[in-house]
């Protein structure tokens, strides 16, 4: 088995069509990010789907598509996601071959360039979540927190469960200016 796939799975799947659709949809969602200035929440949704990954619980969360399902985009960290999945759908029924966990990806990777990043050397060929991963591996959106905790030790507990440290949890954190914010 590789990234989830079961050998019946993997044979399943045409690489080289897969190939082509990737490549297509890439120059596909480019234009449709720069023209719709969403930059910003398309790299959002990319973080958020990877939030739930955790180090000490192999096959649990990451970046998974695991987001599409209305049980973790309504979860309070995730408020106004729905917009950017809603993005992801179109490209979805264009390209039904690609994971929603490929297309997410992509579309975040493709921001950040676009926006003036590096070119982040991606691999395709993710397997889509069947359900969201248990509760309690989202970070709270707001206070309280678990167990009571500050925001500090939150950020902490969330992000060192990643495999993040302080330096990386800093990083992340300057990441959320790029952006606007929006009521919904």
């Given amino acids: 088995r590789e990234a989830g796939w079961t050998a019946r799975e993997m044979a399943a ?10 490549r297509a949809c890439r120059e596909e969602l480019r234009a449709f990010i720069d023209e719709r200035n969403c930059h910003p929440i398309m790299i959002r949704l990319a973080w ?41 759908e179109g490209f979805k029924k264009k390209y039904p071959i690609l994971s929603y966990a490929d297309l997410i990806q992509m579309a975040s990777a493709e921001a950040i360039s676009l926006a003036g990043g590096p070119t982040i050397p991606m691999s395709y060929g ?9 509760e309690g591996n989202l970070p709270a959106g707001n206070a ?32 959320h200016t790029m952006g606007r914010a929006f009521k919904e």
């Fill in 13 to 22: 799947i045409d690489v080289a069509k897969y190939g082509e659709a990737l």
């Fill in 48 to 88: 958020h789907d990877s939030g739930t990954f955790d180090t000490k619980r192999p096959g649990v969360g990451g970046a998974d598509g695991s987001i599409r399902f209305a049980e973790e985009t309504n979860h309070a960290a995730n408020a106004g996601l729905t917009k950017a999945m809603n993005f992801i």
């Fill in 126 to 134: 993710r397997k889509d979540a069947d359900m969201c991963p248990p």
């Fill in 144 to 175: 309280p927190f678990p167990r009571g905790v500050d925001a500090k030790q939150h950020l902490r507990d969330v992000f060192h469960r990643m495999g993040f440290n302080d330096r990386d949890i800093v990083a992340l954190s300057g990441a």
